[in-house]
């Protein structure tokens, strides 16, 4: 069973940055595709970014060239977001997926605010 732990969410002004980080109790190199959900309040959780063991990226066209996803080889995947908007306030929640898995792995979310 893999465990997910997200951490780096919080409150940032308009054009601010966050990192966040999430980190696998297994190596990333045994998961074929991690990546980013946000649900924001009232609305459906939507995909934000994914990266694959050979490290292929895609994201939202909402956050393409402001959120960049990122794998340390080893065990962290990283969510870089620059130019935060208001519309990005959500929860975000780290995911993990393997065919060979009933399910996809979810970690427990973290909250990203962003003030006007």
């Known amino acids: 069973q893999v465990h997910l732990v997200e951490s780096g969410g919080g409150l940032v002004q308009a054009g601010g940055s966050l990192r966040l980080s999430c980190e696998a109790s297994?190596?990333?190199?045994?998961?074929?595709?991690m990546g980013w959900y946000r649900q924001a309040l009232g609305k459906q959780r939507e995909r934000v970014a994914t990266?694959?063991?050979?490290?292929?990226t895609n994201y939202l066209d909402s956050v393409k060239g402001r959120f960049t996803i990122t794998g340390d080889n080893a065990y962290t995947v990283y969510l870089q977001m620059n130019s935060l908007d208001p519309e990005d306030t959500a929860i975000y929640y780290c995911?993990?997926?393997?065919?060979?898995?009933?399910?996809?792995?979810w970690g427990q979310g973290t909250q990203v605010t962003v003030s006007s």
């Open positions: 995911y993990a997926r393997n065919p060979e898995w009933p399910t996809d792995i």
């Open positions: 297994r190596s990333l190199s045994s998961i074929n595709v």
């Open positions: 990266i694959t063991r050979s490290g292929d």
